[in-house]
């Protein structure tokens, strides 16, 4: 069962207007969370990433937030622009992970129209 | 180079067949790693290199694959006797430490058809 759940599988949106994609893990005992972007035919490029103990971080017009006792996380993105057509993929790590066992989620694909 | 490289772009084989797929790292990255991406599915972790230690090949699907990693560096993952299922996106990630720790840096990907 895949330990990262995002939500929704894909939403189409008018530039211009913001949106929020969704991610809830059950990943434990938690270490960090990250959101990717990935264009298509690309690989993922890293947006942000949170530790336990942060609650929000932004990047340009990327904003994502953390709850770590719901173990829940959101990725907010202002003011869309046709470059944000792409995955955006949340990715959850634990203390007890070996090196790169890293847990994916399958990917929000945003979609973002004139 | 600047990212990590990956090659071929895309391969198309014909069941049964081998394949080798290469990755290059960002140099002096330690950490390699290998991924693959099914469509509609999360990135589903491969084999994982760290300097000069033993890899951890836990994420192998089965015996058909297998990796390598000469000279801390280059890095080829093959594919024997490839079957459909194998049709994929598979990425190549390089860090300059343990992923958990940093950043990790992904190349574009190899996307295998097996037909």
């Known amino acids: 069962k895949n330990q990262v759940e995002q939500s929704p599988q894909s939403l189409i949106i008018l530039e211009g207007k913001n949106c929020t994609l969704q991610c809830n893990y059950t990943v434990s005992p938690f270490s960090n969370l990250r959101w990717y972007k990935q264009d298509t035919g690309r690989g993922p490029v890293s947006l942000t990433i949170?530790?336990?103990?942060?609650n929000t971080k932004s990047n340009g017009r990327y904003t994502a937030t953390l709850d770590a006792d719901t173990k829940q996380s959101s990725l907010h993105i202002t003011a869309s622009q046709l470059s944000d057509s792409a995955s955006y993929i949340c990715v959850v790590s634990a203390w007890t992970d070996s090196w790169g066992k890293l847990q994916f989620g399958a990917g929000t694909q945003v979609v973002v129209t004139p | 180079g600047a990212g990590v490289s990956q090659s071929p772009s895309n391969k198309v084989t014909e069941k049964g067949k081998d394949v080798e797929l290469r990755c290059d790292p960002i140099s002096g990255h330690t950490a390699l790693y290998w991924y693959r991406q099914s469509l509609g599915q999360g990135l589903e972790f491969l084999i994982y290199?760290?300097?000069?230690?033993?890899?951890?090949k836990s994420g192998l699907p089965s015996d058909r694959f297998s990796a390598e990693r000469t000279g801390g560096s280059v890095s080829t993952l093959t594919i024997q006797r490839t079957q459909q299922e194998d049709s994929a996106v598979y990425l190549c990630a390089s860090s300059l430490f343990g992923i958990r720790g940093t950043e990790a840096f992904f190349g574009q990907g190899t996307r295998l058809t097996v037909v």
């Open positions: 290199f760290q300097g000069n230690s033993a890899p951890d």
């Open positions: 949170m530790t336990f103990s942060e």
